[in-house]
């Protein structure tokens, strides 16, 4: 979205006076005459007695202001026609206080940016709520009071690392491989993945460890169905159908089904009858399935679940705005968000919230990630925000106002993008036009 000049009003917060010793109240009188009273004593007084309170001035929507030495209010309270007395507290102004924010380049930058600011005009993501199947969810600040009650769909004991299969625990026990583990031939340490993914969706706003996500006041659905060495598509069925507000037989029903579903995982091969048919259930329940297109330099149409029926498929864009080295592409590419550049810079990755811990989870940490895993999450939090903003639009009116609103992308994309670059600012906007017309 675009606008020719943008005006921010930046709230306004309370904070102790200035000082205890020359402390202002506002003083309001019964009528104009104990008013006028007051200001002439008050101002004459002062200049015989240091204590004595101090007319400073009167206020443009009724009230006079006073200055009083010590702070000693009885002095006001006392005076005649007095009607109340409040504090003339002293107030600054506050903006976005998360002190990672200049480095969040995907949620405000003017060319490649999803105009975050824009959409939070509307709504913050009040009420809608997004599941991340992933390898599941760390402790972390940036998450504190914003988890629903997930579960664990990763039904084999050994690859879980928790003793188990299927529980109501979806924490993540980390995916660290060692030299020969799942064909790898190097230790890889744990990638908190799924923190990092949901840290994009719903990180606190305000709060001062670091970053804020693009719904900051939605809720998060974790749901872990990637262990050591990934995850098995049944699961993964399961997990949608349950997400969506299923039934999976021997698991509870869902606390709340959510609005959207995010799928920042994949693999070679077509959509499968299970997938399919998880997904196409779960868009009948109301809920709108997001997966990253996938990273190995092809066409999505030929990664699962990207390539199902009915999914919002994310390419990822590097920090020129163009696609990225690594993002599938081509017709089956819904539309894009930014993924970062995978290149020497970090900072021109996506930062988010992971753990410090190469193989258990040991302290909360930010770290920067690239690919389409980090592109997906933010079109699954704009869902959040549609849904916000309007809590009965269906699935396949969602589908159509992120490509309607989509801007052009600020690079090229020879091979294929989609509509382009996701804009929550023009979408939200347009979200609530709609509902506004109905």
């Not at 002190?99 to 060319?111: A, F």
């Not at 997400?243 to 995010?262: K, Y």
């Amino acid at each position: 979205m675009r606008l020719a000049h943008l005006v921010v009003f930046v709230p306004l917060v309370f904070s102790p006076s200035a000082s205890a010793d020359e402390a202002r109240y506002i003083v309001h009188f019964v009528d104009a005459d104990s008013a006028r009273a007051a200001r002439t004593s008050r101002s004459m007084a002062g200049t015989a007695r240091l204590d004595a309170p101090r007319h400073v001035r009167s206020l443009a929507a009724g009230g006079e202001l006073f200055q009083v030495h010590g702070g000693d209010v009885s002095r006001l309270a006392g005076l005649p026609g007095v009607a109340a007395v409040e504090e003339d507290l002293v107030v600054t102004a506050t903006a976005i206080v998360d002190p990672l924010w200049k480095r969040q380049w995907y949620m405000h930058d003017p060319k490649v940016g999803v105009d975050a600011e824009v959409a939070w005009r509307h709504t913050r993501g009040a009420g809608a709520v997004v599941a991340v199947l992933d390898t599941g969810i760390t402790p972390h600040p940036e998450f504190d009071g914003q988890l629903l009650p997930g579960y664990d769909f990763v039904s084999d004991a050994a690859a879980a690392r928790d003793g188990d299969g299927r529980d109501a625990n979806p924490a993540d026990e980390g995916d660290w491989r060692d030299a020969g583990d799942c064909g790898s031939a190097r230790v890889v340490p744990s990638s908190w993945h799924g923190s990092h993914v949901a840290g994009l969706v719903v990180a606190r706003s305000g709060n001062r460890p670091g970053i804020v996500g693009l719904a900051p006041e939605a809720k998060l659905l974790p749901v872990r169905v990637l262990g050591h060495c990934g995850g098995r598509i049944s699961d993964v069925a399961d997990a949608v159908v349950w997400a969506s507000g299923g039934t999976v037989p021997g698991v509870p029903p869902v606390e709340r089904r959510a609005d959207a579903i995010n799928l920042s995982l994949g693999g070679p091969g077509a959509c499968g009858v299970a997938i399919a048919r998880a997904i196409e259930q779960a868009r009948g329940r109301g809920t709108v399935v997001v997966a990253a297109a996938g990273n190995d330099q092809a066409k999505a149409s030929t990664n699962v679940p990207a390539n199902c029926p009915g999914v919002v498929t994310v390419a990822g864009l590097a920090r020129d705005g163009s696609m990225a080295w690594y993002s599938n592409h081509g017709e089956r590419v819904t539309l894009s968000a930014p993924g970062g550049s995978l290149g020497e810079r970090g900072a021109d990755d996506i930062v988010s919230t992971v753990d410090a811990g190469k193989r258990g989870r040991e302290r909360s940490i930010f770290a920067y990630l690239a690919g389409t895993s980090m592109a997906a999450p933010q079109v699954a939090a704009l869902v959040a925000l549609m849904r916000s903003a309007d809590p009965v639009i269906g699935v396949d009116d969602v589908t159509r106002q992120l490509v309607d609103n989509a801007r052009p992308l600020p690079g090229p994309c020879p091979k294929g993008c989609g509509a382009g670059l996701m804009d929550a600012g023009a979408t939200v906007d347009a979200v609530v036009e709609d509902r506004a017309r109905r």
